[in-house]
């Protein structure tokens, strides 16, 4: 998707009269012209998307309840990520297997700064932190060394 041909959309923060609140699971706006609802799933998605844009990254992995949540049909586009409000901006969690050989923390540093990049454009919500958690490597094998996942 080419992100600079999208400069014609809604920046629902440029409002004078805005007023934002976070509601557990999705981010409201309030606006003269209605609310706007940002859904965690939403967030998460585009994480996912600019995440395994990165060179290095191979999957975004979940944790034990990702896990069996994808038993139940939860949508891969989200797993392995994990989407907070505090103070109406956004924290976020990734979990994520890099290639073998890869220098691990240029990659972390590369993945905050994209996703940042990316959630903040698409959504206008300031992103405070971002943490890259590495549960694995994937060996030119094919093989993955994992740590032991974690409820959580």
């Known amino acids: 998707m080419n992100t600079e041909n999208n400069q014609s959309s809604l920046d629902i923060g440029a ?14 706006n309030d606006t003269e012209l209605g609310s706007v609802h940002i859904h ?55 979990h994520v297997i890099l290639e073998y050989g890869v220098r691990i923390p ?13 959630v903040e454009q698409m959504t206008g919500k300031h992103v405070r932190s971002i943490q890259v958690i590495v549960q694995g490597i994937k060996q030119p094998n094919g093989s993955v060394d994992a740590m032991p996942k974690t409820a959580g």
Do not use: C, Y
Not at 108 to 116: E, G, P, Y
């Open 15 to 28: 409002s004078p009269d805005h007023t934002e609140l976070s509601n557990g699971d999705h981010l409201e």
């Open 40 to 94: 965690n799933n939403v967030i998460a998605t585009i994480a996912h998307q600019a995440a395994v844009k990165v060179p290095g990254v191979v999957e975004m992995t979940g944790s034990l309840v990702d896990g069996l949540a994808g038993m139940i049909g939860k949508k891969t586009a989200d797993r392995g990520i994990r989407v907070e409000f505090e103070d109406n901006e956004v924290l976020l969690e990734l």
């Open 106 to 118: 240029h990659v972390a540093w590369q993945l905050q700064t994209d996703v940042k990049e990316a």
